[in-house]
């Protein structure tokens, strides 16, 4: 009995002690990584707020394929920086409403009760989607008022493969999950 103890013992205190070494080895991180890509010319390498590289990495850059000239680069850089300025207040707005529905979901009102205080918030936020959609289309215009018509031909074939790209996801997500049919 004496021995079983002592050999749990020695063994408990050896994972505790290689735990502790661990931890005292392991570098720390800093858990608010600042962006590394704010408010300058996109890079292949651009990470976001948690540290994940963007779809943009994964896939050939738009400047190159379109073959943009120093000078449109600097004008597209500034049409997607004022579209992010625009585009700021719509998503904080977006946010806000999907936190009041989430607050009135989780409250222990009635399910008629939340039903009627979520559906007002439902339209407020169908409303913010299509002034995020007119932004980014108005913003697509602007884009596309820099192209010469060669690179708006590629702009066309670009937008084209997004789509069918899109489309198969959409698809190949339904046919992981599909949705439940109604009876």
């Known amino acids: 009995m004496k021995k079983s103890l002592l050999i749990a013992g020695i063994t408990a205190a050896v994972m505790m002690s290689s735990s502790l070494t ?17 408010k300058q010319l996109p890079s292949k390498n651009c990470k976001d707020f948690k540290g994940k590289k963007h779809a943009k990495a994964q896939r050939p850059n738009l ?11 600097k004008q597209a850089h500034e049409i997607r920086m004022q579209g992010h300025e625009k585009m700021k207040p719509v998503f904080e707005q977006m946010k806000a409403k999907k936190a009041e ?12 009760e939340k039903e009627k205080q979520i559906a007002p918030l439902k339209n407020d936020l169908r409303e913010l989607k299509k002034e ?11 884009f596309e008022a820099i192209l010469t018509p060669e690179q708006k031909e590629e702009f066309v074939k670009i937008k ?3 789509r069918e790209n899109a489309r198969k996801h ?3 997500k339904k046919q992981k999950h599909p949705y439940p049919t109604k009876k």
Request: with cysteine; hydrophobic share 25%; net charge neutral.
């Open 22 to 38: 661990y931890a005292a080895t392991t570098p720390q991180t800093d858990n608010k990584q600042q962006p590394t890509c704010q």
């Open 132 to 142: 995020a959609r007119q932004i980014r289309m108005d913003n697509t215009k602007e």
């Open 170 to 172: 959409h698809q190949m």
């Open 160 to 162: 084209q493969e997004a």
């Open 101 to 112: 529905i989430k607050k009135i979901a989780d409250s222990n009102l009635s399910q008629a």
């Open 63 to 73: 400047d190159d394929r379109l073959k943009l000239t120093e000078e449109q680069k």
